[in-house]
């Protein structure tokens, strides 16, 4: 019998693959299901509820464990979800940024309780159905990109610390897709082989997190609506609906019209101003990030290259990076980005291996020409 191992079981395809698999490895598995949002009280009036950790979702990863011989619990974690993960997710939208709550449950929620219920059980390591790799080299344990990069993880990923990484075990992270599906059917897991991915945020099952900001904060949209759509130059254009309802890089819905597309450039929530300009003023060239952490080195203080990614979807490019100080990066990409906005993750990579990342703070334009001879402290932006 190999170590016993604590397994995140969400009910889906990918996380119930990943318990059985390692059961069938000679673990000793453990199945844990985290309950982190009230459904029935939060879910729109019309339409099934669907999603991670929903009742139909337990069942089904309490099923899993049932059929094939291992213990599975269930763990309430609403208050800490809502604390950590929810009220920050609101208020990144409050304070004019685009918030990125798997980034956050996975850093501030998802791994603390994991492993807190690990030492409860006394298993050593935890698993989760992530599609991605993690290994120890020189001292230092590093997340690499999954197998299958249509579904690879690791941007998710970033943030988790050094102890938390070195329990940690990504049973799927040299399968595919296709494959897991496949072993669902070979494990006798027809009730979840064939789930859809669920591209929600889990505690926003409709996926319209203007509703549930509405919903959430009392009174928000009478506070916040009737600002102004201004140009860079101040020009009003327009009058929006309330500024926690756009997000930077956002073209449909803003009711303009104006001749020309135009796209939202940048929001203000201390005046309820939201800017909008054409494409090419979305392109910045350097960012800045802050609550960082580090992966696979103890510290980039010395610049070098790396491809970053400033969304989950995005596919990365090339840039340099360099940290100023002890909790700040600075990127500068080789090419301008579109979009590039505060309140979502950067990530850095070495090839396959996650550097590290943070959460972009600011971003500007600057030449081409200033990326290579442009000092640390000459490319932040003036305080």
């Not at 009730?191 to 919903?215: G, Q, T």
Request: overall charge positive; some cysteine; proline content about 4%.
């Amino acid at each position: 019998m190999k170590q016993r191992v604590l397994v995140a079981m969400s009910g889906g395809v990918d996380s119930s693959v990943a318990a059985v698999l390692l059961h069938k490895q000679g673990y000793e598995v453990v199945g844990l299901t985290m309950k982190t949002w009230d459904y029935a009280g939060s879910a729109p009036k019309a339409g099934k509820v669907v999603g991670c950790c929903t009742l139909e979702s337990m069942n089904d990863a309490r099923r899993v464990a049932l059929t094939h011989g291992f213990a599975h619990f269930v763990v309430d974690i609403r208050k800490e979800f809502g604390d950590q993960v929810i009220e920050r997710f609101a208020g990144e939208y409050l304070s004019g940024r685009t918030p990125n709550p798997c980034v956050l449950c996975n850093t501030h929620i998802k791994w603390d309780a994991l492993l807190q219920r690990a030492d409860d059980l006394d298993c050593a390591c935890i698993a989760t159905g992530h599609y991605a790799r993690v290994r120890e080299t020189e001292g230092r344990y590093v997340v690499s990109r999954g197998q299958d990069l249509n579904k690879d993880q690791s941007y998710a990923l970033w943030g988790l610390p050094q102890e938390h990484l070195a329990r940690t075990v990504f049973p799927l992270g040299r399968y595919t897709k296709p494959d897991i599906r496949k072993m669902a059917e070979e494990f006798g897991l027809s009730h979840v082989a064939n789930k859809p991915d669920s591209y929600e945020i889990c505690f926003i099952p409709d996926n319209d997190y203007r509703r549930f900001l509405k919903d959430y904060v009392p009174g928000l949209e009478a506070r916040v609506q009737g600002g102004p759509f201004v140009l860079a130059d101040g020009t009003e254009v327009g009058r929006h609906k309330g500024y926690p309802f756009y997000t930077v890089g956002q073209r449909r819905g803003l009711g303009l019209a104006l001749g020309y597309p135009v796209y939202v450039t940048a929001i203000d929530p201390h005046t309820n101003t939201i800017t909008v300009g054409h494409r090419a003023q979305l392109l910045k060239g350097h960012l800045t990030a802050r609550q960082i952490n580090l992966v696979k080195y103890a510290d980039l203080r010395d610049e070098r290259p790396a491809t970053g990614k400033i969304r989950y979807r995005d596919a990365g490019a090339p840039c340099l990076v360099q940290q100023c100080g002890e909790d700040e990066l600075r990127v500068s990409f080789a090419e301008r980005r579109k979009a590039v906005t505060p309140g979502q993750s950067v990530v850095l990579y070495e090839g396959d291996d996650v550097l590290g990342g943070g959460w972009i703070t600011s971003a500007w334009r600057a030449s081409a020409a200033q990326h290579a001879d442009t000092t640390c402290k000459e490319l932040l932006p003036a305080k």
